[in-house]
């Protein structure tokens, strides 16, 4: 069947850095949504860091979604300064209290994304916490364990690599977790079926697209489920060893321009790129 939707996570994959498309990557996006095959991207960042960057691919203007948070929301951004939020999850509150506490207990700092989409929650001010601000251009507030605060999705940042495995484990003392990894040292918390597939899964209904239509780049272990589900999962030359195991297929490098090269390979005949 041909292709009907393409998926791209951002971080290591889209980006050739953490704000810049690689020229290529834009190059085809543009060819394939002209086509009018639909582009969405499914991140875990929040939607202050992603609607730009779909804006500068014309996503706002073509296929006019995004999943943010891992797939805590699903948006709709085809409103001219307008969010419309066609999904959400968030975690409970006695989820996130849990998480706290057992980060004070370990020694962790978190970052929490609210559910007002416009503060990053934290336990401890930090390197960490300076970068995500920046990074999300979203201001911190201090929470402790009594919080009452909302949130869609927690980061939680280990000092050391080693470290991640063990914590992962414990953290399967708190019910309806859903773990994963993004980077060497940072476990992505959300609620249970919070993930980039069932969000994916969600706009696929809508559409009327099956899992066999869709092509989905990713790197990280927060895109396994989605490279998995979809027929056309492509791992990047940089991602996580375990994803390309799982993958269809391995495209080059983020920094290459592997998302072109994917679509180059699956969408278009090479003489469309010439």
Request: glycine residues 6%; aromatic residues 6%.
């Amino acid at each position: 069947m041909p292709i009907k939707l393409i998926v791209l996570d951002l971080d290591g994959t889209l980006l050739k850095n953490r704000w810049k498309v690689h020229p290529k990557n834009l190059v085809a996006i543009q060819k394939t949504q002209d086509k009018g095959i639909k582009v969405i991207i499914a991140t875990g960042r929040a939607p202050s860091s992603t609607i730009d960057i779909a804006k500068a691919c014309l996503i706002h203007e073509q296929t006019g979604h995004i999943i943010c948070y891992n797939g805590g929301n699903i948006i709709d951004i085809t409103k001219e300064n307008k969010m419309d939020i066609l999904y959400e999850k968030s975690l409970s509150t006695e989820q996130i209290q849990a998480i706290i506490k057992f980060a004070n207990d370990n020694n962790l700092a978190i970052w929490g994304y609210s559910t007002d989409n416009k503060t990053g929650l934290i336990n401890r001010s930090s390197l960490r916490v300076k970068i995500m601000e920046n990074f999300n251009h979203l201001p911190s507030k201090q929470i402790d364990e009594t919080t009452t605060e909302g949130m869609y999705k927690i980061l939680l940042f280990c000092k050391k690599k080693k470290q991640v495995n063990p914590i992962l484990e414990k953290l399967n003392d708190i019910k309806d977790l859903e773990l994963a990894t993004s980077s060497h040292s940072v476990i992505e918390i959300n609620p249970l079926g919070v993930n980039k597939a069932t969000a994916v899964q969600f706009l696929c209904k809508k559409w009327g697209i099956k899992a066999d239509e869709v092509l989905a780049c990713g790197d990280g272990m927060n895109d396994y489920k989605l490279i998995q589900w979809v027929k056309y999962g492509i791992a990047m030359k940089n991602g996580h060893p375990n994803l390309k195991l799982a993958a269809y297929d391995v495209t080059t490098k983020n920094t290459c321009g592997g998302v072109a090269k994917a679509i180059d390979k699956y969408v278009f005949p090479i003489s469309e790129f010439d």
